[in-house]
């Protein structure tokens, strides 16, 4: 079965630089969501996506911005890094978000920001 | 918004014993709650979920958990655990304030399963 595609699995970047993660849903799935996961923490969401329009927002800096395409792929892009930005980020997607239902998580892109 | 809070930070067991992670909710007028599993480096997995209906879900791995409301609880329990359940497990909640729903997720339980 398809699952939630990220890339890259690793990214190292410096402080001030900008990042941009990619996801692809699976197929069909409507809704996709973004998290953040520090070291020893557990996942914060960021944002998420209903049939490509912003749907909700949590705690995500003004720094960062995201966006659904025509295709359902979404990209998080992230400018001025800082060094708290490293961590491992999600994201997860599921057939409908305007109902509660299981998310379906990728593996994740771990940003190293040095 | 809803939470959820899991008392235990880590839980050491012996393999073949039984175990049980604690979860407790916010209260609510409907609650949707889930447990995942995280191994080291890896994403998140769905163990079970309740949405509605029967009270005891059963998942995936030897895995069950029991909604109950009066005690605002949604324990994991595993009758025998193996080496390889050694990991990080998280409740979530299903919550929606505006637009989609999504998860808010408990601080994690790290099992770590003795020889």
């Known amino acids: 079965a398809a699952g939630v595609i990220q890339s890259p699995r690793h990214l190292i970047k410096e402080k001030r630089e900008t990042a941009t993660l990619k996801c692809y849903p699976i197929?069909?799935?409507?809704?996709v969501y973004w998290y953040q996961q520090g070291p020893g923490q557990d996942p914060q969401f960021l944002i998420s996506?209903?049939?490509?329009?912003?749907?909700d927002k949590g705690s995500i800096p003004d720094r960062f911005s995201a966006q659904q395409f025509s295709d359902y792929h979404s990209e998080l892009n992230m400018s001025s890094l800082e060094l708290g930005d490293s961590a491992l980020y999600f994201c997860?997607?599921?057939?409908?978000?305007?109902?509660?239902?299981?998310?379906?998580f990728g593996p994740g892109t771990r940003l190293t920001v040095l | 918004a809803q939470s959820v809070t899991q008392l235990d930070s880590q839980v050491p067991v012996f393999e073949e014993a039984p175990v049980e992670l604690r979860c407790n909710y916010s209260?609510?007028?409907?609650?949707?709650l889930f447990w995942y599993v995280q191994y080291p480096n890896q994403g998140l997995q769905l163990l079970l979920k309740y949405l509605s209906g029967s009270t005891l879900v059963k998942g995936i791995n030897g895995f069950e958990a029991e909604f109950n409301k009066s005690q605002t609880s949604f324990h994991l329990r595993k009758p025998s655990v193996h080496i390889s359940d050694t990991a990080e497990y998280f409740c979530?909640?299903?919550?929606?304030?505006?637009?989609?729903?999504?998860?808010?997720f408990g601080t994690g339980t790290r099992l770590k399963v003795l020889a």
């Open positions: 979530a909640v299903s919550d929606r304030t505006s637009g989609t729903y999504k998860y808010i």
């Open positions: 996506f209903y049939e490509k329009m912003q749907s």
């Open positions: 209260s609510s007028v409907s609650v949707y």
């Open positions: 197929p069909r799935h409507d809704t």
């Open positions: 997860a997607s599921s057939p409908t978000g305007v109902k509660p239902d299981t998310q379906y």
